[in-house]
Structures are given as structure tokens and as C-alpha cells.
């Protein structure tokens, strides 16, 4: 069955790095998102794509944060400078359609130092 | 903004229903899905259900939608201890991608 990948599945960075979080969205979907989770928080929408471009973003996807689908796999969130509150789990989704069902991936932990 | 309400914890004996309730604000919202997500891993879809509908069934999983009080329940039948994970409720508007999701509940099998 296909599934989201996410890579790596802990990042630990030093506050003010740049990190650069990498998920492999199901192979035919077109619409890619980034979700994090604060420990002990709900799961919050950060960013949604499609077609290359941001079709949707929270409050919280501000100018340190950025997308890119580099190549024909990949679907990568950077964010350019941590602070020790960008700590979190962070789900990558991705789904076939505009309104279909998100598919998530196992998360990558980044702690922030 | 929308917002999506569980509560925390739920503890039932191993054999018997579950139900994990979940209540929302947002009047526009068309979908609404149960996802799973056991220790270490990440969210797993279990089903979801229209707006339009008020009960859709799969195996040994119910979904009820009250949509005039916006209340979402799931009903696990005879819940076994790989049940036990933590439960998201989660929503989505007409026309919004972005997913709102509760807190979840973490429902614990006694053996």
C-alpha cells in the first residue's frame, strides 16, 4: 500500500540553524501539506501546495518558513532560522485531489536547542 | 476560528464498545475524519464521513454525525488492545484544505 515518507525521523539543530525537513508524498497525489504538533498540543495546519505553488498557509507559516518540491518526489519544509519554539513533530500529508482524504507520514521530531 | 473539542482520556475493559465523542464549531464542514496515531507513529486515517450523511459504518468502527449540534462520535465494537492509540477527530470547511483537528483522545485497553 502506498505511504507518505518522511525524512529524517529525528532532527535535533542548534537555535538560529536552518533545517530542512524532506517527506516523499504518495506517488500520484498532487496536493502536498505540513502539519506540526507541539508536545502536548493539537496538530495544526502550517502550509498546503499544489501545482508549485502555496494554495493555502496558517498564521504560523511566517517568512522563516518556506516549501519547495524540488524534483518529482520530493516535498521539503525549511525553516531558516529555528527558534527553541519550533520544536515539534512535524506531519507531512498529501492527497490526490483538492477535497480528498490527507495521507499522513510518520513525522520527523525536531527538537531545537 | 473553527475549533475541535475531545475529551482527553478513555479507559473501557477489553471486549467491550468504545466511544470517543468529538464536537466542533465550524457550521461549514464538510468532512470529518478519525485518525489514529499509536505511540511513535504517525496519524493513520481510520474513516471519515460526509456532512450529508449521519452514520457510515466500517467493520468494527461506527461514525455518528449529529450535524445540528456538531457532534462526531466513534464507536469502536468489541476494542481489543491494539486499540489503544490516541484518536483525532479532525474537520475540514467548504473550500479549505487545511485540516482542524481536536486533541485527541487516548484510549486505554485493559487487558
Known amino acids: 500500500e502506498p505511504e507518505v515518507t518522511q525524512t529524517p525521523s529525528h532532527q535535533v539543530t542548534q537555535m538560529g540553524q536552518e533545517v530542512i525537513l524532506r517527506c516523499v508524498p504518495i506517488s500520484n497525489h498532487l496536493y502536498f501539506y505540513w502539519y506540526r504538533q507541539i508536545l502536548g498540543q493539537k496538530v495544526e495546519f502550517l502550509v498546503s501546495?499544489?501545482?508549485?505553488?502555496?494554495?493555502?498557509k496558517s498564521e504560523i507559516f511566517d517568512d522563516q518558513f518556506s516549501v519547495e518540491r524540488p524534483d518529482g518526489s520530493n516535498f521539503t519544509l525549511k525553516i531558516r532560522s529555528t527558534k527553541l519554539e519550533d520544536s515539534a513533530m512535524y506531519f507531512c500529508?498529501?492527497?490526490?485531489?483538492?477535497?480528498?482524504?490527507?495521507?499522513f507520514g510518520p513525522g520527523t521530531r525536531l527538537t531545537v536547542l | 476560528g473553527e475549533d475541535v473539542e475531545q475529551s482527553l482520556f478513555l479507559s473501557v475493559r477489553e471486549g467491550d464498545s468504545s466511544v470517543i465523542n468529538c464536537t466542533y464549531t465550524d457550521s461549514s464542514s464538510t468532512y470529518l475524519y478519525w485518525y489514529k496515531q499509536e505511540p511513535g507513529a504517525g496519524l493513520q486515517l481510520l474513516t471519515y464521513i460526509f456532512s450529508n450523511m449521519d452514520m457510515k459504518q466500517d467493520q468494527r468502527l461506527t461514525v455518528l454525525l449529529n450535524k445540528k449540534d456538531k457532534h462526531l462520535s466513534l464507536r469502536i465494537a468489541d476494542t481489543q488492545t491494539g486499540d489503544s492509540a490516541i484518536y483525532f477527530c479532525?474537520?475540514?470547511?467548504?473550500?479549505?484544505?487545511?485540516?482542524?483537528f481536536g486533541s485527541g483522545t487516548r484510549l486505554q485497553v485493559q487487558p
Open positions: 501546495f499544489y501545482n508549485n505553488e502555496i494554495s493555502e
Open positions: 479532525a474537520e475540514a470547511g467548504t473550500g479549505r484544505r487545511a485540516l482542524t
Open positions: 500529508a498529501s492527497s490526490g485531489g483538492p477535497l480528498d482524504t490527507q495521507y
